[in-house]
């Protein structure tokens, strides 16, 4: 197993793989490893912006097919682009451009069709068989691969299912916790992740589930300390001590849970010699 050490030189010579792959094998034995969590940060930061680079080194070298109007040649190399940059606004929009002086220059023989087919997807969104809406657009667009117009409408079709869901669902969303809201809003991301409306979305959801779990700690924490301050001062010596370690667990380092461990344990041990103390004199 590669050591912090090892890996943070293989962070630094861009050998994400081999990094990756030890940090998980840390954090596999040792899942509060602060220091591999912040490293594991660091390298998927620095392996995005990594990839950012190599994007935007593509996106000059692809410039000449978007000025000579070769839009189905450029569309299926930018979307290969985007799984290497989820998200990348200034690609995202590249693509979108692309789609929309691809569209002006069709032919109008298709139009019958798309119509049909946008009609079809409309009607199974709005009738919450969203998955069939994106099927059915996936099948056309495998069935049409020399028309980059399909591929636009598989995009379309996810972002017109999130949106249809969000607006759906939007009183509903606010009556929610922080955690059923933030694995509702999920789905929705998964269903596109380079939708730039749902990465909003899901970014101000993380920091609502973030405050809601500094909430929730803070409350299991004081209510830990007053059961623990409660049994101590009830002499269950013991109950103390499993207290005290169920605190730790969740709080390695807090002092209070420590200082009632120790004194549990003291007062225990005394509470058992004198109980062992009195048995052996009523014995004699």
Known sequence: MSSIQDIKIMIDSDKFAQANKGLNSILLKEPNNKEAQQLKSQLQQKAYDKNIQLVDAK??????LFKDKKYSQLIPKLQKL???APGYSKLDKFVLACFKEYEKGLNKSGDTQIKTLLTKIDKLTKSGQGNKAILAAQKAALENKSNALYQKIVIDTKRNLINYKLKKNKKGLKKLNAPSRYE???KLY???????KIQEIMFKAKKD???YDSKQKKVYLREAK???KVLFN????FETISASKQLLNSFPDNSYAKKYYKK???SQIQQNYIVAYSKLTNQT
């Open 226 to 228: 007053i059961q623990i």
């Open 264 to 266: 549990a344990k003291k």
């Open 59 to 64: 996106l000059k070298e692809y410039k000449q």
């Open 190 to 196: 998964i269903i596109d992740k380079s939708y730039p």
């Open 209 to 211: 589930l973030e405050n």
């Open 184 to 186: 509702f809003l999920k």
């Open 82 to 84: 985007q799984a290497y």
């Open 234 to 237: 009830s002499k269950k010596y």
